[in-house]
């Protein structure tokens, strides 16, 4: 039976192609190949004896996904993608261009089961979890469009051999939901004869999962997290994300707390200020007391519009206020005004209306 080649980590190619009699040398390239050429088929290189082409083209398929559409932001030269899955369902992924760095939103899952309120994604359930070959193809085929598309990096004054740089899990899905796959995609983002990302690059975003924390911090301790808070009272918090009356915001807070690595490099907090709903000084005030001495840095993320939601963002004079009053505690703390806002690819709006 033939499986994706982008489901194997280069150890366990190693391991495989071993079994099968081909040299660790080879498995080796073939990884390099897949990663860093954008080659779908490796095995099909020159340099490669025939009898160990041979087995790999019988044994693996290259990428099971593909792109459908993809849809450009006018503003700030963002694309979001609709990628088709082998069994016809679909996700989104964003990139999105920087000075000096590309970062491309990642999904995990087929939407999402945590259902949180102000977000799109929860809205449609959980599909399925994707597989590691599915979130690293994810990235693989960026690669290949933006080698595909100098004009694009021309646009964004990006320079010519210029690929992914980081990565953030904060596309479709709870990644800490699907562990097993996250982590192994991580292992290839990261291996460096794979994509060779520095870990410190890729962001894990989570609702406040604390199985799949303590299960990925396990396996990648120095991974960053991105902890969902958006509300610092308890009731208020279960309200508009349900995960919470599983995991209380104490149990969440210790937790943060017995994470030497995240406490040393620092944990990115999001918040997302929706009117009325959680954006008074007391809000800010709760949300300082809960993260005293905490090494962390608060994103604010205005509400990205979600359908017909009566949820609304709050005006500019509360969101400031609210910033301040954080401001004033002396945590760092920015406003973060999501990308690919005219594209329906910002924080909370990914979703495919057909699943
Ligand atoms: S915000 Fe994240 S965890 Fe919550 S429903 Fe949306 S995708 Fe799922």
Redesign the pocket.
Known sequence: MTQSFFDFSRLELEETCKDSGIPKMHAQNLFRAAYKDSNPAPWSREGLPKKYAKYCAEKFVGPNLRVVSEHLSQYDHSVKFVIELSDLRQIEMVLMPESKRVTLCVSSQVG?A???VF?H??RMGLGRNLDASEIIGQVWLANKWISEHPQWLVETRLPPQQRITNIVFMG???PLDNVPAVAKSISIMTDPYGLNLAIRRISVST?GHLDGLEELVKIHPAVRLAI?VHSAIDAERSKI?PINRRWPLAQLIQKLRSLPTQQENGLLIQYTLISGVNDSLLHADKLVEILDGLNVKINIIPLNPVGPSRMKAPETQQLENFRDQIYKSGIRVMVRYSKGQDIAAAC?QLVIQSN
Do not use: F, I, R
Request: with cysteine.
């Open positions: 999402c945590q259902a949180c977000c994604t929860g479709m899905g709870e609702a969902s994300m909370g």
